[in-house]
């Protein structure tokens, strides 16, 4: 099986392995909303930090410390707060409204980083940008439509935007991380940040949680894990302009999953608002133009290709 893989080309073992990622990240939001809705949202992060950790330590005690040394305390500090701020904003989403409608809400944030970047990094602002940013809210206003009471935005909306910003944030930070930073140390530190942040939170709020409640919290941070894992494996292989559109099988991946654990469907609308982001994010890529910020692996031990910033929740 593996030498046939082999000997496909790395643009399509890219679009598969990032098919698979799409696959595995809709999980960890099936595991963030199987847990008891008597357990904080907060107190959701904590179980799944320390869960996580524990494996962490483990793999550790057979590869050694070396992997997670650091030369930019700071900035994991600063990715963790945003990285685990999104995952608190996305969970609150998720026991509103259906894992379908969060997706297609979180598409924004391919746009939201482009942007940022000009803000932040200093890149440069063209009106192909512009118009794909307005293009995006232009879709995200038509899948808000059907939940607005007035003026007033529901707070699952609010709450999946603000993840999707904070992931956004994250993601430049990435980018600056992986100048000198191993891939390992960048998945260890931000649950050592959550660890720090959000079990003393939780503490405050606990619930008394299941065994069940456990596992399911165990199990977002695996996938979340695998994930980003397979994600990783897609950018290095392959072209960013061949798996990108890729990213967007976490759509009919989440409708599958709504249908089978929630019984439930999205509004029609939920689609049309979707496919607006999506076509400004591919506006973006028209003939060369500005590209979402790429986060290039520090170990790189496989073929060269165009890298992309995953749109998954890790």
């Not at 998720?94 to 980083?113: G, H």
């Not at 602002?125 to 439509?145: D, H, N, P, Y």
């Not at 069940?212 to 695996?222: E, I, M, N, V």
């Not at 991946?253 to 591919?282: E, T």
């Amino acid at each position: 099986m593996t030498g046939t893989l082999l000997r496909l080309s790395g643009n399509f073992r890219g679009v598969l392995w990032m098919t698979a990622a799409m696959a595995s990240g809709v999980f960890v939001d099936v595991c963030a909303k199987l847990v008891s809705h008597d357990v904080p949202t907060a107190q959701i992060l904590a179980m799944r930090a320390v869960t996580t950790v524990a494996v962490f330590v483990i793999i550790l005690m057979f590869i050694g410390t070396r992997s997670i040394r650091t030369k930019r305390p700071y900035a994991h500090l600063a990715r963790g707060v945003l990285w685990y701020g999104s995952l608190f904003f996305v969970f609150f989403a998720l026991r509103q409204m259906s894992i379908a409608e969060v997706n297609a809400y979180l598409f924004i944030e391919a746009l939201l980083t482009v942007m940022l970047a000009v803000v932040i990094l200093g890149e440069q602002l063209t009106a192909r940008k512009v118009i794909a940013t307005l293009l995006g809210l232009v879709g995200v206003w038509v899948m808000c439509v059907p939940k607005m009471d007035g003026f007033g935005v529901p707070l699952g909306v609010a709450a999946a935007l603000i993840g999707a910003f904070c992931f956004s944030a994250q993601t430049l930070y990435a980018k600056v991380l992986t100048r000198t930073e191993t891939n390992f140390s960048m998945l260890f530190w931000p649950q050592i940040v959550a660890i720090v942040i959000w079990v003393p939170v939780a503490v405050i709020m606990w619930q008394p949680a299941a065994l069940s409640d456990w596992l399911y919290s165990a199990g977002a941070g695996f996938f979340a894990m695998l994930t980003n894992y397979m994600v990783l494996r897609a950018v290095r292989v392959a072209d960013a302009s061949v798996i990108s559109p890729a990213a967007y099988t976490a759509l009919p991946f989440s409708v599958a999953m709504d249908l089978i654990f929630f019984d439930m469907l999205p509004v029609p609308v939920i689609f049309v608002g979707a496919a607006i982001v999506v076509l400004a994010v591919a506006l973006l890529d028209y003939r060369g133009g500005a590209k979402p910020v790429s986060v290039v692996p520090a170990e790189d031990d496989e073929s060269d290709g165009n890298r992309k910033a995953a749109t998954a929740k890790v």
